[in-house]
């Protein structure tokens, strides 16, 4: 049980487009979906929080309107990279949890290079 | 500021050896505690979870809390080289905390 899953794994872009990257949990309703950033050799990086239906909840520093989450279901959250730049170019994952002090269960991730 | 803490490492140990990793919380709040296990260019994958005081034993693992002194810690019986990794440790109460996650390299 509490299976995550992200589409697409791998993408590579041209500098200007969107992309759009989807977090599905499988087999459990997820309240929270978390979306986190990770250079190369460096730790988790928390982009932002999402409630299903609401608004997200954006750390100090990512743009809310580069970095699009929305948060349709309890089962499903996407992140929108809009204009993408190579500085963009990372590994993005996704979590989810059924409560505030339950186990988050990470989606295996969405390495995204932008040309 | 909510804060979890752990040394970087790298931390290396002979195969077959006990790792030990340590974690340290500032919120006195924390109710849920979890450890996780990371490999270079994959997405972290739970381990343990704890929720009370003492031990808690999974196979090859134990978990170990104390809340009075803020800490809480991850043993790795009989070392493997798979076992070579980052371990994050995470702290929730409202929200869950990450820390930045200890290198653990197993020597052959």
């Known amino acids: 049980g509490a299976v995550v899953s992200q589409h697409p794994s791998r993408v590579i872009c041209k500098s200007g487009t969107s992309v759009k990257i989807e977090c599905r949990s499988l087999?459990?309703?997820?309240?929270?979906m978390f979306w986190y950033r990770q250079f190369p050799k460096q730790s988790l990086m928390l982009m932002a929080t999402?409630?299903?239906?609401?608004?997200?909840?954006?750390e100090q520093g990512v743009e809310k309107d580069k970095f699009l989450i929305n948060h349709a279901s309890l089962t499903l959250s996407t992140l929108t990279v809009t204009s993408a730049h190579p500085e963009d170019s990372s590994f993005y994952i996704c979590?989810?949890?059924?409560?505030?002090?339950?186990?988050?269960?990470f989606g295996p991730g969405t390495r995204l290079t932008v040309l | 500021q909510k804060e979890v803490e752990q040394n970087s490492g790298p931390l290396s140990v002979p195969e077959g050896a006990i790792a030990s990793l340590n974690c340290t919380y500032s919120?006195?709040?924390?109710?849920?505690f979890f450890w996780y296990r990371q490999y270079s260019g994959k997405s972290p994958e739970l381990i343990m979870s704890?929720?009370?005081?003492g031990d808690k034993e999974d196979g090859r693992f134990t978990a170990q809390l104390n809340k009075a002194s803020q800490y809480v810690s991850l043993l790795i019986r009989d070392s493997q080289p798979s076992d070579s990794a980052t371990y994050l440790c995470?702290?929730?109460?409202?929200?869950?905390?990450f820390g930045k996650g200890t290198r653990l390299h197993i020597l052959p």
């Open positions: 087999d459990f309703q997820a309240t929270t």
């Open positions: 999402s409630n299903e239906g609401s608004k997200a909840t954006y």
């Open positions: 704890i929720y009370s005081n």
């Open positions: 995470a702290v929730a109460d409202d929200k869950i905390i």
């Open positions: 919120d006195r709040g924390s109710q849920s």
């Open positions: 979590s989810a949890q059924t409560g505030a002090r339950d186990t988050q269960y």
